[in-house]
């Protein structure tokens, strides 16, 4: 649980000088609170309100208040050249997707590149202290609000202030404010008495501090955050090394250096004003709207009545208010979507329909139904290349990913379009069954079939209905896929009093002598910890060591913490000598090391989109997950195996290393987190030379010869955005092609024909068995003409109950594709290995109330089996032992179509 906020607040104003009170408010700042929010805040000048819209309307747009007019790439050069004239190192953004700290998917403030994760603990850990860093993050919370308000962005850059102070190392309070308040007055030269700092305060999972906001003419600029307790208000320690978190928007500081309309104006420079050429742009009306618009939260107040109040200010009717903002509203949301999934997919984040890739594929569907419903003549992908040569002087990585990024966008756009035709109907059928469609319904629909609300609210125009769109429905959808869903554990088991284990296994040993420290039992079996083990534990997809203790075999091998356990087969004690089965252990590391040398390869072969998103080792086969589109084709396998063993072949130094974290990080990136977080102030580094380098505690030959081969044995896609390649390698590798030669020589005796026959005689074969499938095709459709006479009338409808011998459920399908109208109920039964039932239910029949999916789910429950479905279909299964009861069930399905279409 979360520190609660409230009790912090009550605890902090108690003594406000204690917690926000600095140096630079002794030189005649006052402490007031705002009669508006009732805020605390801190001004040099007589006025009574915060700054913080609402309470305070922008005064910045048309003139801006700062000595400096500069676009997005100086606002940035000029905060990093004061830094560092003060003190501060510059260093690099971090990735956008957050594969260092556990439980993240994207990297949401600048204070995130540098939490890690230490014996279960989040520490911080800085290349430099102080820097400055230009962090990119993405957020979804604010998706109801962008293109709207003019300052809210999915995509935006935090500079990142920090420093961590230690007495005699960085800096705190007073330094921090001192500096930022400097960059305001002196580099930006905005007035002193426009300022106000905002009291506020920031609480973690278990620490907390005071923060300062800063705003100047209705503009928040920055947050300095201060975390310096641990623990909750009620029982808390203050640490030792204090944090400032100081973050503050680099789009804020070149939108009240310009005072354009909107922050999108100022910072999507010439990408934005080559999108304005496509709407009817009036900059003289928007610079009045937005100084109302800045007031808009879309996620908290009904957006309606805010356009309504706006327009009734600006004397104009809600339908003109609408006609002329919401196509550039629009070019704005495309314009931060496509920025945001550039930085995305440079970085290796992939849309998908799982995990972080959910809130990507949001937003790019968002994007393109805003293309579509506004006609525009443009596509996301050039929106986004715009991005990247615009921003090359700062983020060179989004051009030299342009090629991913393209290849990417095109692949998710053509998905896109492939679902809106089968989309528009599902809508259809819905809203003519006069069904409502719940915020539940609404989520249901999106996540399952990608339907979204503007979509729905589109055809029910067209049906002359009315569909109101949940103003924070995006925000719900994408807060659930923002951090990763925790693994739970096999088991746990209490170490605790055990020593540490020391560990053997790094150097090769394949005989050991050790002493037993403690015993343990789990689920009825006997686990032992030695004070020192060879043992190689489960750990990172590599399977564990097995051997002997005293000749008493070793089953498995597990980590808790720093212990290592062994499950033996009957107790052991006091001094053992300890045997490695050696086999096992070179095929572990030899698919160990070869998984890492077909990683590379992927990335060479397929783009650099691609990390790992998972693996396994085992002694026959081995499997590596990437995050990739789609399967690679045949000819992409050949080139990803032929590159591979190329590098087993050229004997490529394998090293091994153990790296202060910060060293690793700052000699080989951020890469080094393929398999996601790391816990330890050290990592096990391996890097295989000019090949592949990755934080990595598994064992590993130490030359690529010694990997002997790789096959790769088949590839498939998992779930959306995840490619699994299952390869074998060494004397694995051997056996497997030798089992492809045994089962080939087995088919040239089926055949009878000789081997190099086989692919002929095979293609022959699959063309014979098309031809019979088409054959079988026409007898589908002669028999579905057949059925036409059983057709039974009911009023004014068709209606058709039958049984098919020798049937599944893909011959019901197809006989209901060539019956299937409006004004028909089909249900269809088709008897094979078990009993498939299939309802197909015309729109009419669905107007009358008569849902497929609930006949269905209720009558084969209750024969035992089970199905279901929406209105217009339904589908299910009963087992074969029911066979005699389809006679009664036909009875039911009639009876209940009689009644409902006799009583309308």
């Not at 004239?85 to 700290?101: D, L, M, Q």
């Not at 789609?630 to 591979?644: A, Q, T």
């Amino acid at each position: 649980m979360g520190v609660d906020k409230s009790n912090v607040m009550r605890m902090f104003r108690k003594n406000p000088d204690r917690y926000w009170k600095v140096s630079l408010f002794e030189d005649g700042w006052k402490r007031k609170q705002c009669p508006k929010c009732g805020k605390f805040f801190w001004t040099k000048s007589n006025t009574e309100y915060c700054g913080d819209p609402p309470c305070v309307e922008y005064s910045f747009l048309g003139k801006p208040p700062t000595k400096i007019n500069v676009d997005y790439i100086k606002a940035w050069r000029a905060i990093e050249k004061f830094f560092v004239e003060h003190g501060h190192t510059s260093i690099a953004r971090y990735p956008v997707i957050c594969r260092w700290f556990p439980g993240l998917y994207f990297t949401v403030a600048s204070i995130v590149d540098f939490q890690r994760s230490v014996g279960n603990k989040t520490v911080f850990e800085m290349p430099a202290n102080p820097l400055i860093v230009p962090q990119v993050c993405l957020r979804f919370n604010d998706i109801p609000n962008i293109g709207i308000s003019g300052r809210h962005f999915s995509c935006f850059t935090m500079i990142g202030q920090h420093s961590i102070y230690e007495g005699n190392k960085g800096y705190w309070k007073d330094r921090c404010i001192e500096l930022d308040h400097e960059l305001l007055t002196k580099v930006y030269g905005i007035p002193e008495e426009s300022i106000t700092y905002v009291e506020d305060i920031w609480a973690g999972p278990n620490a907390f501090g005071s923060s300062l906001e800063y705003y100047s003419h209705g503009l928040e600029l920055g947050n300095a955050v201060f975390t310096e307790f641990l623990g909750t208000p009620e029982k808390f320690t203050e640490m030792e090394q204090k944090v400032i978190d100081m973050g503050a928007g680099l789009e804020r500081f070149a939108w009240i250096s310009q005072g354009t309309p909107t922050a999108y104006d100022a910072v999507f420079g010439p990408v934005i004003e080559d999108m304005k050429k496509h709407v009817d742009y009036d900059q003289t009306f928007y610079l009045k709207y937005s100084k109302l618009a800045g007031a808009i939260n879309a996620d908290e107040h009904d957006l309606l009545s805010s356009k309504q109040t706006i327009a009734k200010q600006l004397g104009i009717s809600v339908e003109e208010l609408q006609k002329r903002t919401a196509p550039v509203e629009a070019i704005y949301t495309i314009c931060d979507h496509a920025r945001a999934l550039a930085f995305a997919i440079a970085d290796g984040g992939l849309p998908s329909n799982v995990g972080g890739g959910y809130n990507l594929r949001v937003i790019l569907r968002r994007a393109l139904n805003l293309i579509n419903q506004h006609s525009f003549d443009f596509q996301l992908i050039d929106i986004a290349e715009k991005h990247a040569r615009y921003l090359k002087p700062l983020y060179p990585s989004l051009i030299e990913n342009i090629d991913s990024i393209h290849k990417i966008l095109e692949v998710e756009e053509k998905k896109y379009r492939s679902t809106l035709q089968r989309a528009r109907r599902t809508v259809r059928t819905l809203l003519t069954s006069n069904q409502k469609i719940t915020e539940e319904k609404l989520v249901q629909l999106y996540e399952s079939q990608g339907i979204t609300p503007e979509l729905i609210a589109e055809i029910a125009a067209e049906e002359g209905k009315q569909f109101e769109i949940p103003p924070n429905f995006y925000v719900k959808v994408t807060e659930r896929h923002m951090k990763e869903k925790k693994e739970e554990e096999k088991f746990v088991v209490d170490v605790s009093g055990i020593p540490p284990t020391k560990k053997l296994y790094y150097e090769d040993v394949k005989e050991f002598d050790a002493t037993v420290i403690a015993e343990r039992e789990i689920n009825g079996k006997t686990w032992v910890a030695l004070d020192q083990t060879a043992f190689y534990p489960e750990s990172g997809g590599q399977e564990h060591d097995t051997g002997y203790l005293n000749n008493i075999r070793v089953n498995n091998v597990q980590k808790f913490g720093d212990v290592i356990l062994h499950r033996v087969e009957q107790p052991v004690k006091g001094k053992v000598h300890g045997k490695i089965d050696w086999d096992r252990r070179t095929l572990l590391t030899q698919h160990h090391t070869a998984t890492h040398v077909i990683n590379g390869a992927c990335r060479r072969v397929l783009g650099k989109h691609v990390y790992q998103a998972g693996a396994h080792k085992s002694t026959s086969k081995a499997h590596l997950d990437i995050t990739h589109y789609e399967n690679p084709s045949k000819e992409e396998v050949e080139k990803i195996e032929r590159l591979s063993n190329k590098v087993i072949q050229e004997a490529r130094p394998v090293k091994r290393m153990i790296l202060p974290r910060t060293e690793a990080e700052r000699r080989y990136g951020m890469r080094l987190y393929q398999g996601g977080a790391v816990p330890g102030k050290e990592l096990f580094v391996l890097d295989i030379t000019d090949w592949d380098v990755e934080a990595c505690g598994g064992t590993h030959v130490k030359n690529t010869k010694e990997i002997g081969m790789i096959t790769i044995l088949n590839t498939e896609k998992i779930q959306d955005g995840v490619v699994r390649i299952t390869f074998a390698a060494g004397s694995s590798a051997e056996k497997a092609l030798l089992h492809r030669k045994e089962l080939l020589e087995e088919a040239a005796k089926i055949l009878n024909v000789p081997l190099e026959e086989v692919p002929q005689k095979t293609k022959e074969l699959i063309e014979q068995w098309k031809k019979i499938k088409k054959e079988l095709e026409m007898l589908r459709k002669q028999k579905a003409k057949t059925e036409r006479l059983n057709i039974e009338r009911i009023k004014d409808y068709e209606v058709l109950i039958q049984k098919f011998d020798n049937a599944n459920m893909h011959y019901l399908r197809e006989i209901s594709r060539q019956l299937t109208s409006d004004k028909r109920f089909l249900f269809l039964v088709g008897i094979s290995d078990r009993i498939y039932v299939f309802c197909s239910v015309g729109s009419e029949f669905v107007k009358q109330g008569i849902n497929g999916g609930q006949i269905v789910a209720e009558l084969c429950k209750k024969l035992g089996g089970g199905g279901g479905g929406p209105p217009h279909k339904g589908e299910g299964t009963i087992p074969i032992q029911r066979k005699p009861q389809i006679e009664q069930l036909f009875k039911d399905v009639k009876r209940r179509i009689e009644r409902r279409l006799i009583a309308s």
